[in-house]
């Protein structure tokens, strides 16, 4: 079984942990403590409003033990506002969130959320078929390090990355029906467990 929870301190968790019980062998659970943190195989940091999501952080003291988590290979990804905690640089912001990610974002980059819309598009490492895609005030990034690849442009907006452990996107596949986003980051943390196996030698 694999073990993917949902940071649960606000925002969109119910819908990620609906998706996320579709699959049989995924144990999915909202977390919110420190030693829960530590017992997952991937996490997702869901959307919502990034400024109090990382307020909570602080306050129910998650923030250095996210980061060593991720430093140390955990599989993350954050979906809008989560994206905008795993980022090293937000335009107009001197302080980052948790920084684990080299790209830069701006905030509400497509406006508010009269701004928001849906939109299909072909993600060739994700699926096949083309991805319905939801973004609410959502962030873009605007520039990427050398050693994180892009995965989905709107127009010339960057929307979804990946660097290494990390999954970034702008929108919100769970708020649409397709679990195909959902499917990618469990087999990313599939890979990440086998990967250990094989250095512990199981």
Not at 14 to 29: G, I
Not at 121 to 143: D, G, Q
Not at 173 to 182: A, D
Request: proline residues 3%; negative net charge.
């Amino acid at each position: 079984m694999v073990r993917v929870g949902v940071l649960a301190l606000q925002g969109g968790v119910e819908e990620h942990l609906t998706l996320l019980e579709s699959f049989s062998e995924v144990v999915a659970s909202p977390v919110k403590k420190r030693n829960e943190l530590t017992k997952l195989d991937g996490l997702i940091i869901p959307g919502g409003e990034s400024t109090t999501i990382g307020r909570l952080i602080e306050v129910f003291d998650l923030k250095e033990t996210l980061i060593r988590l991720g430093r140390e290979g955990l599989p993350i990804w954050g979906t809008c506002a989560g994206m905008i905690m795993l980022a090293k640089d937000i335009i107009g912001e001197e302080q980052n969130h948790l920084g684990l990610m080299n790209i830069e974002v701006k905030r509400n980059g497509y406006g508010n959320q009269l701004a928001s819309f849906r939109t299909e598009v072909e993600v060739p490492k994700v699926a096949e078929e083309s991805l319905p895609l939801v973004f609410i005030r959502a962030p873009y990034i605007t520039e990427v390090g050398s050693e994180v690849e892009v995965l989905v442009r709107i127009d010339e907006n960057i929307v979804a990355v990946e660097e290494e452990n990390f999954l970034a996107t702008s929108f919100h596949p769970e708020l649409t029906t397709n679990s195909k986003f959902h499917q990618y980051f469990i087999d990313k943390v599939k890979a990440h467990i086998q990967r250990d196996e094989i250095k512990i030698g199981v």
